[in-house]
């Protein structure tokens, strides 16, 4: 039981949370280890939030994920996890997590809550939405965000960086309905409703509007990061999101798989490496130079 529970909360997914780290790192607190302790334990309260919300997701969903050619292996729509038992576990966990977020910091708890209700609302209506669906997806994002900022004191914030990581959700976003669209082909609208407002041709619009955006965003944040007006090291960092970004888009349209962008963060060798060396390179430039 214990071993489908862990699995419907789906731990592959949890790197999304990293996002918490963002305001610690950009704020050239990383090494201070009460600053870093706070940001640790909030990600791993959102982490087990998060799992929880993907229960009541499988919960809600558990008829039509039994005909998804991949979801009906999920524990509870192939029966592996009862219902009642899914159940139990949420509120339970719901108790106990809800209350620690406000322990480790008001503002945090706050933050967990909202991300929390936002999240059922997204279960329950917004992921019927066209367009809202991944607007909402990308909100969630920006929550996660704005927990690691407000569980810390947290000097500055650049406003840029709060686009650039809802331009780069709702690129995922978009990224991934489209994988979907590909993999369910014209049966896609009887597992998910929210696909009769979606075409390929409206995705792969949305996908460069949005990848460009994310594009200059970003640049633009790069220039302005710097208080110097003659030296912008941050602009070094922009060829790794350039390719970053190109190869996610490779990854959709020539290789269909982009349906878990979870999965190409784990698997995919030169996205990680192109990640890795945006991330040295960000610490070096913050904290080095």
């Known amino acids: 039981m214990i071993k489908y529970l862990i699995k419907s909360m789906r731990p592959r997914q949890w790197t999304k949370n990293l996002v918490i780290f963002v305001g610690i790192i950009f704020d050239g607190k990383l090494t201070e280890m009460p600053s870093l302790l706070r940001v640790l334990i909030g990600f791993i309260i959102f982490c087990l939030v998060s799992g929880v919300i993907y229960i009541i997701n499988d919960l809600m969903d558990i008829e039509a994920d039994r005909l998804h050619p991949k979801k009906k292996n999920r524990p509870l729509a192939s029966g592996q996890l009862s219902s009642k038992t899914a159940i139990f576990f949420v509120v339970i966990s719901s108790l106990f997590l809800l209350p620690g977020a406000f322990l480790l910091s008001l503002n945090f708890g706050l933050v967990t809550l909202a991300y929390y209700l936002f999240m059922i609302a997204y279960s329950l209506w917004l992921k019927h939405i066209p367009l809202i669906d991944v607007l909402s997806i990308a909100s969630g994002f920006v929550l996660r965000m704005v927990a690691g900022i407000v569980v810390i004191q947290v000097a500055y914030f650049s406003p840029w960086l709060f686009l650039v990581t809802t331009l780069l959700a709702l690129f995922l976003g978009f990224g ?3 994988s979907e669209l590909a993999l369910l082909n014209e049966n ?4 998910r409703k929210v696909f ?11 996908i460069t509007i949005v990848l460009t955006s994310t594009l200059i965003t970003y640049s633009l944040y790069t220039i302005s990061s710097s208080p110097s007006p003659s030296s912008h ?10 390719y970053g970004l190109f190869r996610y888009l490779y990854l959709i349209k020539v290789k269909d798989f982009g349906g878990s962008p979870e999965d190409v963060l784990l698997t995919d060798r030169p996205t990680q490496i192109a990640i890795g060396l945006w991330f040295i390179a960000v610490l070096v430039i ?3 130079l």
């Open 188 to 191: 896609a609208s009887e597992h």
């Open 196 to 206: 009769e407002g979606y075409t390929t041709q409206l995705l792969d619009l949305l």
């Open 233 to 242: 090291p941050m602009m070094f960092t922009i060829p790794f999101v350039l």
């Open 176 to 178: 991934k309905r489209r």
């Open 286 to 288: 913050i904290y080095l």
